[in-house]
């Protein structure tokens, strides 16, 4: 499963940004099309992302 990561703005966390099934890449651009998505770390600190903050982690196919 393709997998999109985010780093904390406040304390560099990286953690999961967006999941997306196999068969629902185009899901991608319509997802990251919104700006100022805002995502909560786990250690509690919201941050608003926008498209270019996601870091594509998934594994080559």
Known sequence: MPMLMLKCKTC???FPGIYLAEDKKED????????????????GHENKYAPEDYMDWSSPE
């Open 12 to 14: 560099g966390e990286v």
């Open 28 to 43: 991608l651009v319509s997802k990251l099309t919104k700006t100022d998505i805002p995502h909560l770390c786990s250690r």
